[in-house]
């Protein structure tokens, strides 16, 4: 059973100092912020599949929230791996916010079973 929730989480960037980040219990990696032709493309990983995982992924940078153009997510050598494509970008912004837009929750879910007498 898969299930959609919102979550308000966010976490802070420098990204000249790339760190990972904890997110449900789970650390991300920014493997890399790079751009091409005006397109600004941010590759993160995790080991495995986590069971809850984001959607989609947007940026804030100075209280805009920027949706990204187009993602991949992969697997690879046991890590997933999203790669985010953002648009008409001239250079990398040294400070930013990612923002997931709602969780995907992959797991069985117990039913609720009401006594009813």
């Known amino acids: ?34 751009i091409e032709k005006g397109i600004m493309y941010l590759k993160l990983s995790t080991a495995g599949e986590p069971e809850n995982m984001p959607r989609f992924w947007y940026i804030d940078i100075n209280n805009r929230l920027i949706g990204f153009n187009n993602a991949t997510t992969n697997y690879i050598n046991g890590r997933t791996v999203y790669t985010l ?11 930013l916010k990612l923002v997931p837009f709602t969780v995907k929750i992959k797991k069985q879910i117990n039913p609720i079973v009401l006594d009813l007498h």
């Open 1 to 34: 059973m898969e299930a959609y929730v919102f979550d308000l989480f966010e976490t802070q960037v420098h990204t000249a100092q790339l760190q990972p980040f904890q997110f449900n219990n789970v650390t991300y990696a920014i493997d890399s912020i790079e």
């Open 85 to 95: 494509q953002f648009e008409n970008f001239e250079q990398i912004p040294a400070n």
